[in-house]
T-cell receptor
Framework: SAVISQKPSRDICQRGTSLTIQCQVDSQVTMMFWYRQQPGQSLTLIAT?????????ESGFVIDKFPISRPNLTFSTLTVSNMSPEDSSIYLC???????????????FGPGTRLTVL | AQSVTQLDSHVSVSEGTPVLLRCNYSSSYSPSLFWYVQHPNKGLQLLLK??????LVKGINGFEAEFKKSETSFHLTKPSAHMSDAAEYFCVVTPMDSSYKLIFGSGTRLLVRP
């Protein structure tokens, strides 16, 4: 299993500024993902961030807006750049690790970062 | 393209009564399907996963789901609801090009009345 922490847990930011969200895992993992959950909606995958390669972005998300770093196997950051109120969401990171008491890998999620842009 | 449809945005049950959360999937191949639960102000937790080994999948906290290919459904059930089950539930499918990229349904909020 994997225990994931995110910083900050929440923030209120001004329009036009940027915020960097940190994701820390208690074990080394290859595969890491960043998701967005807009208010009252489901989760949408932003990008896949595997260590040793450039992040792969999903349709509708671009590196200039959501730059990602993955310096090692336990850490990643997502930056939300030039923010607008439409960026107000919960941002979650997830990793793939061995499931608890199971033989297959499962995806574990961090607690999320709740971002409000004024 | 793969997708999941959760048929109910809200489900309300009385404590001690059965729970049924409905999910239909769309996939041109045999999918991997999941149910995740999200409690208020908490992270997502995996309830169960269908991996084609068995059509009836048992998960944590007494939940189970049955994969029905003929109906393209993966409904989540529990015989007796508990107050602590009140949460948001997501049905999830993985696309063919990656077994780890998750596609989430719109979610069903389960309310449990005393």
């Amino acid at each position: 299993s994997a225990v994931i922490s995110q910083k900050p847990s929440r923030d209120i930011c001004q329009r036009g500024t940027s915020l960097t969200i940190q994701c820390q895992v208690d074990s080394q993992v290859t595969m890491m993902f960043w998701y967005r959950q807009q208010p009252g909606q489901s989760l949408t995958l932003i990008a896949t961030a595997n260590q040793g390669s450039e992040a792969t972005y999903e349709s509708g998300f671009v590196i200039d807006k959501f730059p990602i770093s993955r310096p090692n196997l336990t850490f990643s950051t997502l930056t939300v750049s030039n923010m607008s109120p439409e960026d107000s969401s919960i941002y979650l990171c997830s990793v793939v690790a061995s499931g608890r008491g199971s033989s297959y890998n499962e995806q574990f999620f961090g607690p999320g970062t709740r971002l409000t842009v004024l | 393209a793969q997708s999941v449809t959760q048929l109910d945005s809200h489900v309300s049950v009385s404590e001690g009564t059965p729970v049924l959360l409905r999910c239909n999937y769309s996939s041109s191949y045999s999918p991997s399907l999941f149910w995740y639960v999200q409690h208020p102000n908490k992270g997502l937790q995996l309830l169960l996963k269908y991996t084609s080994a068995a059509t009836l999948v048992k998960g944590i906290n007494g939940f189970e789901a049955e994969f029905k290919k003929s109906e393209t459904s993966f409904h989540l059930t529990k015989p007796s609801a508990h107050m602590s089950d009140a949460a948001e539930y997501f049905c999830v499918v993985t696309p063919m090009d990656s077994s780890y990229k998750l596609i989430f349904g719109s979610g069903t909020r389960l309310l449990v009345r005393p």
